[in-house]
């Protein structure tokens, strides 16, 4: 009995601190928001800000198209997410269901596209969308996060589909529904929380990516948030730190605020559905 309340204990004790690890950065990212420039340059920084300003966040905005530049992060990570688990929800039932050479094949092939690095695909990529007049736009941008995120998303569902019941597609079938039937009447409401997580999972990669919008979007009117961001920084490599911490909050909020909506959702039974009415 001690023996399992001392492990429980430290399994508690190391997910404190984990937290304690993951929450620093961004608490220390909103002292420094509301902090005035006087306190900024003390040498001795405090946790709480003595006196506390919207200062920061008025610069941000009268610096940088904050509110242009998060709509194109919007933009562009909505419709990756959308047209990532729209792809993606159909092949990752065939990848689970069928055993055959195709599904191996679809399997091998997310395990090795997850080990190119990004630096080997931005010239090929660069390329096709130049040839299809897509470079320096928010649709071009939303191709890219597709098929970046479309291998995980299809391993992400997989591992779904496999955990929904046999037995209720047959006992759909029995009772005279077809496959695609079956797929969007029983299965796939099965496949709610999967499907959630999986647009979660692109819409915050498509939020926080910053190297193929470097990369694609030229004019400031095209870039997104992480992308306008590096304006805070001059050209001698001199951080205007206040505004910067304020602008890099404001571009936190988003995707907490999608988690803490949807987390319910992510964390529900995957058969919650699988009673008939």
């Given at each position: 009995m001690r023996t399992s309340t001392a492990a429980r204990t430290g399994q508690y004790a190391a997910l404190l601190a984990y937290l304690v690890f993951l929450a620093f950065p961004f608490l220390w990212l909103i002292s420094i928001a509301f902090k005035p420039p006087r306190e900024l340059a003390s040498l001795h920084p405090t946790?709480?800000?003595?006196?506390?300003?919207?200062?920061?966040?008025?610069?941000?905005?009268?610096?940088?198209?904050?509110?242009?530049?998060?709509?194109?992060?919007?933009?562009?990570?909505?419709?990756?997410?959308?047209?990532?688990?729209?792809i993606a929800t159909p092949m990752a039932y065939v990848m689970a269901r069928r055993r055959g050479r195709l599904a191996k094949a679809?399997?091998?092939?997310?395990v090795v596209s997850q080990a190119f690095p990004f630096v080997l695909l931005i010239i090929p990529l660069?390329?096709?969308?130049?040839?299809?007049?897509?470079?320096?736009?928010?649709?071009?941008?939303?191709?890219v996060y597709v098929v970046w995120s479309l291998p995980f998303a299809l391993w992400m569902l997989a591992g779904y589909v496999r955990a929904v019941p046999?037995?209720?597609?047959?006992?759909?079938?029995?009772?005279?529904?077809?496959?695609?039937?079956?797929?969007?009447?029983?299965?796939?409401?099965?496949?709610?929380?999967?499907?959630?997580?999986?647009?979660?999972?692109?819409?915050?990669?498509?939020?926080n990516e910053f190297f193929f919008?470097?990369?694609?979007?030229?004019?400031?009117?095209?870039?997104?948030?992480?992308?306008?961001?590096?304006?805070?920084?001059?050209a001698e490599g001199v951080?205007?730190?206040?505004?910067?911490?304020?602008a890099a909050f404001l571009a936190t909020l988003p995707s907490l605020v999608v988690f803490a909506l949807i987390q319910r959702r992510i964390t529900g039974g995957m058969l919650a559905g699988a009673v008939k009415s």
């Amino acid at each position: 009995m001690r023996t399992s309340t001392a492990a429980r204990t430290g399994q508690y004790a190391a997910l404190l601190a984990y937290l304690v690890f993951l929450a620093f950065p961004f608490l220390w990212l909103i002292s420094i928001a509301f902090k005035p420039p006087r306190e900024l340059a003390s040498l001795h920084p405090t946790w709480i800000p003595k006196n506390p300003t919207l200062d920061n966040f008025r610069q941000a905005f009268d610096e940088q198209p904050l509110l242009h530049a998060g709509l194109n992060s919007l933009l562009a990570a909505l419709g990756a997410a959308v047209i990532a688990v729209l792809i993606a929800t159909p092949m990752a039932y065939v990848m689970a269901r069928r055993r055959g050479r195709l599904a191996k094949a679809a399997t091998g092939w997310v395990v090795v596209s997850q080990a190119f690095p990004f630096v080997l695909l931005i010239i090929p990529l660069f390329l096709v969308l130049k040839n299809l007049g897509l470079i320096n736009s928010v649709p071009g941008l939303v191709m890219v996060y597709v098929v970046w995120s479309l291998p995980f998303a299809l391993w992400m569902l997989a591992g779904y589909v496999r955990a929904v019941p046999r037995e209720l597609e047959e006992a759909a079938a029995v009772d005279g529904a077809g496959r695609l039937r079956t797929l969007v009447s029983v299965t796939a409401p099965l496949l709610a929380p999967g499907i959630v997580a999986t647009a979660l999972f692109a819409f915050i990669t498509a939020w926080n990516e910053f190297f193929f919008a470097l990369v694609l979007l030229k004019t400031p009117e095209k870039q997104t948030l992480p992308v306008i961001l590096t304006h805070f920084i001059g050209a001698e490599g001199v951080a205007d730190l206040g505004p910067l911490a304020a602008a890099a909050f404001l571009a936190t909020l988003p995707s907490l605020v999608v988690f803490a909506l949807i987390q319910r959702r992510i964390t529900g039974g995957m058969l919650a559905g699988a009673v008939k009415s």
